[in-house]
């Protein structure tokens, strides 16, 4: 596809439940990177792949927070054990690899625990 | 740590300019400019690089100030089109890397008739 593109566009779980969300990115890019964003907030970094590296989990809030990116493509986050204060708008974007580049993102997962 | 942007909104009439500020408490090795319109994605406008020059996209532009580890974004003659909130991303020195971008809270822009 032209885009980065996320599934679904919208879940709603009740609280205790897994989620996992997917993000497929721009061919070609081997950068990828998920983000969280609050109602009304910002851009809250959560993992950071980058090619075959490890990748930086820095950002992920707790341990129920996973991420695995296969074949250098696809990427899942799952969320174990949902939490209310996990509502928010998961968003994945990717980038080329290097200093300079921008990154594009995906339409969002907009994610309501009940 | 966050970067802290100035104003939280504004509201202009088409045609009028803008100035969004972005400060940063820590030096600086790069700063990346989003817009995002209501209910969509972010979208790239530019990066600044430290030791760069100021870049452009269309009407828009921005300046990169090392010493003050601040960056500014420059609107000029805005178009209706132009309305939306405008991220900061920034990347510190420390690092050496933009992996891991620190936003900001953004800055509500509304471009009026």
């Known amino acids: 596809g032209a885009g980065v593109s996320q599934s679904p566009s919208n879940k709603v779980t009740e609280k205790g439940k897994d989620v996992e969300l997917r993000c497929d990115p721009i061919s070609g890019h081997t950068a990828l990177y998920w983000y969280r964003q609050s109602l009304g907030q910002g851009l809250e970094f959560l993992i950071y792949?980058?090619?075959?590296?490890?990748?930086?989990k820095s950002g992920l809030p707790s341990d129920r927070f996973s991420a695995e990116r296969t074949g250098g493509s696809v990427s899942t986050l799952t969320i174990q054990r949902t939490q209310q204060e996990d509502s928010a708008v998961y968003l994945c974007?990717?980038?080329?690899?290097?200093?300079?580049?921008?990154?594009?993102f995906g339409p969002g997962t907009r994610l309501t625990v009940l | 740590q966050q970067p802290v942007q100035s104003p939280q909104a504004v509201i202009l009439r088409e045609g009028e300019d803008a100035v969004i500020n972005c400060s940063s408490s820590?030096?600086?090795?790069?700063v990346h400019w989003y817009r995002q319109k209501h209910g969509e994605a972010p979208v790239f406008l530019m990066i600044l690089l430290k030791g760069g020059e100021q870049m452009r996209h269309e009407k828009i532009s921005a300046s990169f100030n090392e010493k003050k580890q601040q960056s500014s974004l420059y609107l000029t003659a805005s178009q209706l089109s132009y309305s939306g909130t405008y991220f900061c991303?920034?990347?510190?020195?420390?690092?050496?890397?933009?992996?891991?971008?620190?936003f900001g809270t953004g800055t509500r822009l509304q471009v009026t008739l």
């Open positions: 820590k030096a600086l090795y790069s």
């Open positions: 792949f980058q090619g075959n590296s490890a990748p930086d």
């Open positions: 974007a990717s980038s080329l690899r290097g200093e300079g580049v921008g990154r594009f």
């Open positions: 991303g920034t990347a510190p020195i420390n690092t050496g890397t933009a992996s891991k971008l620190t």
